[in-house]
């Protein structure tokens, strides 16, 4: 199959070709939410089509090109949310990239039928995303109907028989290979994608951002480091801790949040006006219905959350926004009513288990207050932070790791801690969330990720009214086994992640709240400079372009080697000699006026290079850029030695 001359191809038949293109960019944004990606391409693809533009297919600019979207699928995964996919995010992201890399640079280069192969490769990855199933018809259809108008704008129809049946079996066979390997994927993900989580070290599927309906203990378990996924931005200072489920009731192996406390509906109290500060949040990435808030929180604005049992927030639908959380001077509970007997409760044989020991820690300590520091510090001292949990031994979970100083991760140390309290008559709970650490101080913003989850213990003090957080985490090891004890970022390091944090902040609320983040935008003074400054430079460029248009209209041609060795005939005649064309002036009218101007040696040499020139444009006789400068290059010397006949002017 024979591709199209260019001359048959028109302006808006070249966007038909690249129409499937466009589809896969819009099918792999919608579908992972990487706009930022996909969004600037489509921009220049549509550009590129109206404009003409074409890049010459060649190995090396393939290699070039794969090698781009490589890396600008890799960088992705730094500004914007890790794409769900059947391979690990840093494999499927930067292979996906290389694809819109590949695809466009063939639709440029006129390949087409590699660009559309590229095209459904990409597609074929993107509909991975089980919520997207019907699509996959949705866009056969598209697919099919595209490539039908190519075929019958592309002259094939003019081809003959055998190449419009080529055409055919490659469209039969395009949509067939999308279908198929999106069903082949979807069916080889419980088998052949685990070996692949297998082979890439430190790559997990993810363990999501929302903490469950229960917190369960195991005798033996590793857990899966958390990922890098960004969640949320916090602009001001950032509270330790950001609080989301509240567990009052422990079995022994699981904590659970009752139902008397998850139905129980709170009313902030009357001080709700004493908030001193604000704190912006900007939800990047699904957190799931519990809203993470600190524990002085007092009102948002931007969302309309219900504030539940143990002072946790409820909001749904909060992806992308940003909101302004109301909180305290201080990361202070509300005061409350005296908890019951429920909070001091422990299944019998664990509490016989765990009374020496309790009792031991805690004699020194008076007041609850005082037995809770003791149990804090003694986790800190004497237990290391370790993902991999093997309290096998007699005796329950956890009393084999109070016992024998196991290492353990923040749960267990938080279940642990809660469980001797109670052990000694003190009203406690475990509370998961997020502790924030990634801050940037030049923008006085904080990123928090997935890999910040945590669990700490809530004691209730009699003296304050209220509960009271406490931690009985070590920080420093566990800063050792996630692997965040990194050196300071420097100057360039934080500017780096500011700009990563604007983009991250610009795709979550393209991808979520795409109407409310374009009027945000546009209504930004950033907006209003960048337009300001467009508008400038266009007055200012107006009689350039104006001459460029013109310009163009007298050469009319697209050859750009041709094109190029006409302008500089122009810019001869005009350093030389003064004489520019009018907007009207043909090659004649001007050829006459250099005669008058230097003699008919000099108009001789122009005219046997526009008689050169004439033949190339109009009759396609070949005139490479060698001869055409070497007529130039001799119009140029000729006039150098050539003074001004007496008695002529330039007219």
Same mark, same amino acid.
Request: charged share 25%; net charge positive; proline share 6%.
């Given at each position: 199959? /024979?591709?199209?001359?260019?001359?048959?191809?028109?302006?808006?038949?070249?966007?038909?070709?690249?129409?499937?293109?466009?589809?896969?960019?819009?099918?792999?944004?919608?579908?992972?939410?990487?706009?930022?990606?996909?969004?600037?391409?489509?921009?220049?693809?549509?550009?590129?089509?109206?404009?003409?533009?074409?890049?010459?297919?060649?190995?090396?600019?393939?290699?070039?090109?794969?090698?781009?979207?490589?890396?600008?699928?890799?960088?992705?995964?730094?500004?914007?949310?890790?794409?769900?996919?059947?391979?690990?995010?840093?494999?499927?992201?930067?292979?996906?990239?290389?694809?819109? %890399?590949?695809?466009?640079?063939?639709?440029?280069?006129?390949?087409?039928?590699?660009?559309?192969?590229?095209?459904?490769?990409?597609?074929?990855?993107?509909? +991975?995303?089980?919520?997207?199933?019907?699509?996959e018809w949705v866009l056969g259809g598209l697919v099919l109907s595209v490539l039908l108008?190519?075929?019958?704008?592309?002259?094939?129809?003019?081809?003959?028989?055998?190449?419009?049946?080529?055409?055919?079996?490659?469209?039969?066979?395009?949509?067939?290979?999308?279908?198929?390997?999106?069903?082949?994927?979807?069916?080889?993900?419980?088998?052949?994608?685990?070996?692949?989580?297998?082979?890439?070290?430190?790559?997990?599927?993810?363990?999501?951002?929302?903490?469950?309906?229960?917190?369960?203990?195991? /005798?033996?378990?590793?857990?899966?480091? %958390?990922?890098?996924?960004?969640?949320?931005?916090?602009?001001?200072?950032?509270?330790?801790?950001?609080?989301? +489920?509240?567990?009052?009731? @422990?079995?022994?192996?699981?904590?659970?949040?009752?139902?008397?406390?998850?139905?129980?509906?709170?009313?902030?109290?009357?001080?709700?006006?004493?908030?001193?500060?604000?704190?912006?949040?900007?939800?990047?990435?699904?957190?799931?219905?519990?809203?993470?808030?600190?524990? %002085?929180? +007092?009102?948002?604005?931007?969302?309309?959350?219900?504030?539940?049992?143990?002072?946790?927030?409820?909001?749904?639908?909060?992806?992308?926004?940003?909101?302004?959380?109301?909180?305290?001077?201080?990361?202070?509970?509300?005061?409350?009513?005296?908890?019951?007997?429920?909070?001091?409760?422990?299944?019998?044989?664990?509490?016989?288990?765990?009374?020496?020991?309790?009792?031991e820690l805690t004699r020194e300590g008076r007041t609850p207050r005082e037995k809770a520091?003791?149990?804090?510090?003694?986790?800190?001292?004497?237990?290391?932070?370790?993902?991999?949990?093997?309290?096998?031994?007699?005796?329950?979970?956890?009393?084999?790791?109070?016992?024998?100083? !196991?290492?353990?991760?923040?749960?267990?140390?938080?279940?642990?801690?809660?469980?001797?309290? #109670?052990?000694?008559?003190?009203?406690?709970?475990?509370?998961?969330?997020?502790?924030?650490?990634?801050?940037?101080?030049?923008?006085?913003?904080?990123?928090?990720?997935?890999?910040?989850?945590?669990?700490?213990?809530? &004691?209730?003090?009699?003296?304050?009214?209220? @509960?009271?957080?406490?931690?009985?985490?070590?920080?420093?090891?566990?800063?050792?086994?996630?692997?965040?004890t990194q050196e300071e970022k420097g100057f360039w390091g934080n500017v780096v992640g500011?700009?990563?944090?604007?983009?991250?902040? &610009?795709?979550?609320?393209?991808?979520?709240?795409?109407?409310?983040?374009?009027?945000?935008?546009?209504?930004?003074?950033?907006?209003?400079?960048?337009?300001?400054?467009?508008?400038?430079? +266009?007055?200012?460029?107006?009689?350039?372009?104006?001459?460029?248009?013109?310009?163009?209209?007298?050469? %009319?041609?697209?050859?750009? #080697?041709?094109?190029?060795?006409?302008?500089?005939?122009?810019?001869?005649?005009?350093?030389?000699?003064?004489?520019?064309?009018?907007?009207?002036?043909?090659?004649?009218?001007?050829?006459? !006026?250099?005669?008058?101007?230097?003699?008919?040696?000099?108009?001789?040499?122009?005219?046997?290079?526009?008689?050169?020139?004439?033949?190339?444009?109009?009759?396609?006789?070949?005139?490479?850029?060698?001869?055409?400068?070497?007529?130039?290059?001799?119009?140029?010397?000729?006039?150098?030695?050539?003074?001004?006949?007496?008695?002529?002017?330039?007219?």
């Amino acid at each position: 199959m /024979s591709e199209p001359s260019e001359h048959n191809v028109s302006r808006y038949g070249r966007l038909v070709e690249l129409t499937p293109v466009f589809a896969a960019l819009v099918v792999h944004a919608v579908a992972h939410g990487r706009w930022l990606l996909c969004a600037p391409v489509m921009v220049g693809l549509l550009w590129a089509g109206l404009t003409g533009v074409r890049v010459d297919y060649s190995p090396a600019r393939l290699l070039l090109a794969g090698a781009l979207g490589l890396g600008a699928g890799a960088g992705m995964l730094w500004v914007s949310e890790p794409p769900t996919a059947p391979f690990p995010p840093n494999i499927f992201g930067p292979l996906c990239g290389a694809l819109v %890399g590949l695809s466009v640079l063939c639709g440029l280069g006129r390949n087409r039928y590699f660009a559309w192969t590229y095209a459904g490769l990409l597609v074929a990855l993107s509909l +991975r995303v089980r919520e997207m199933q019907a699509v996959e018809w949705v866009l056969g259809g598209l697919v099919l109907s595209v490539l039908l108008v190519a075929f019958l704008e592309g002259g094939l129809t003019r081809s003959g028989l055998r190449a419009a049946a080529g055409f055919g079996v490659f469209t039969v066979l395009l949509l067939g290979m999308t279908l198929w390997l999106t069903r082949t994927i979807w069916a080889s993900e419980g088998v052949l994608m685990d070996a692949v989580y297998r082979m890439t070290s430190g790559s997990n599927p993810g363990t999501g951002a929302e903490f469950q309906s229960e917190v369960g203990l195991r /005798s033996l378990e590793r857990k899966a480091r %958390g990922s890098e996924r960004p969640l949320l931005v916090l602009s001001g200072a950032a509270p330790a801790r950001l609080r989301t +489920r509240v567990f009052d009731r @422990f079995d022994g192996l699981r904590w659970t949040t009752s139902k008397e406390l998850e139905e129980r509906r709170l009313q902030l109290p009357a001080g709700g006006a004493e908030a001193a500060r604000t704190l912006a949040m900007t939800v990047l990435s699904p957190v799931g219905s519990w809203l993470p808030a600190p524990a %002085g929180m +007092r009102g948002v604005e931007g969302a309309r959350p219900e504030v539940r049992g143990g002072w946790v927030w409820k909001a749904e639908e909060v992806e992308g926004t940003t909101l302004a959380l109301r909180t305290a001077e201080q990361e202070h509970l509300p005061p409350e009513e005296v908890p019951g007997d429920a909070l001091t409760a422990l299944p019998e044989e664990l509490k016989a288990e765990l009374l020496p020991l309790a009792e031991e820690l805690t004699r020194e300590g008076r007041t609850p207050r005082e037995k809770a520091r003791k149990l804090e510090a003694y986790f800190h001292e004497h237990f290391e932070y370790s993902l991999y949990v093997d309290l096998r031994g007699e005796g329950s979970p956890l009393a084999v790791m109070v016992k024998e100083k !196991r290492a353990a991760y923040c749960t267990y140390f938080a279940s642990a801690m809660a469980a001797l309290l #109670r052990t000694v008559g003190v009203p406690a709970r475990v509370v998961g969330g997020f502790a924030p650490e990634d801050n940037n101080p030049l923008t006085g913003t904080t990123l928090v990720r997935e890999r910040d989850a945590h669990a700490w213990v809530e &004691v209730f003090l009699a003296d304050e009214g209220r @509960f009271v957080a406490f931690d009985p985490t070590p920080w420093r090891s566990r800063d050792e086994a996630l692997g965040l004890t990194q050196e300071e970022k420097g100057f360039w390091g934080n500017v780096v992640g500011a700009v990563g944090t604007f983009l991250r902040e &610009v795709g979550a609320g393209l991808r979520y709240q795409p109407l409310a983040q374009a009027k945000a935008l546009v209504g930004s003074p950033l907006f209003g400079v960048v337009a300001a400054g467009v508008l400038l430079w +266009r007055l200012r460029k107006g009689k350039w372009g104006e001459r460029t248009k013109t310009r163009r209209e007298v050469m %009319g041609t697209r050859d750009v #080697r041709l094109a190029a060795v006409y302008a500089r005939y122009l810019k001869t005649l005009k350093k030389r000699v003064g004489l520019v064309p009018g907007p009207s002036e043909t090659d004649d009218e001007l050829l006459s !006026r250099l005669r008058e101007a230097r003699g008919d040696a000099v108009a001789q040499v122009a005219a046997e290079f526009l008689a050169h020139y004439r033949e190339a444009r109009y009759r396609g006789m070949p005139m490479g850029p060698e001869q055409g400068n070497t007529l130039v290059e001799h119009l140029d010397a000729k006039l150098r030695d050539a003074p001004s006949p007496p008695g002529r002017g330039l007219g």
